[in-house]
Nanobody
């Protein structure tokens, strides 16, 4: 079982930036695609970004050009750098892990709730 711990959420004004972190505890970091999905009362679960072990990435259209996902294998940590944040980005952000597949496939799986995920970290963007 993969255990994921997110951090880095908060409240920012539109146009601001935040960096989310996700640490894998107790398990190997290999063999999984890591990513982020988000969900709010007004928003269906959306796969935001995913990254494979070889660094291939995929993003939701809504965040392309604004969000960047990366991973540090030595630290067993996945990051989501979010820039030019908009009020529509307000949501609970969850780190997720699914077995090895393409990054695009992983986004779909995360959107449907497959794999492992953490408890989430809240991101609130005010106008």
């Amino acid at each position: 079982q993969v255990q994921l711990v997110e951090s880095g959420g908060g409240s920012v004004q539109a146009g601001g930036s935040l960096r989310l972190s996700c640490v894998v505890t107790g398990q190997s970091y290999s063999g999984y695609v890591f990513g982020w999905f988000r969900q709010s009362v007004d928003l269906e679960r959306e796969g935001v970004a995913a990254i494979t072990s070889d660094g291939s990435v995929a993003y939701a259209d809504s965040v392309k050009g604004r969000f960047t996902i990366s991973r540090d294998t030595a630290l067993k940590t996945t990051y989501l750098q979010m820039s030019d944040l908009k009020p529509d980005d307000t949501a609970m952000y969850y780190c997720a892990a699914v077995p090895t597949m393409t990054a695009g496939q992983a986004l779909g799986k995360m959107r449907k709730g497959f794999g492992y995920w953490g408890r989430g970290t809240q991101v609130t963007v005010s106008s």
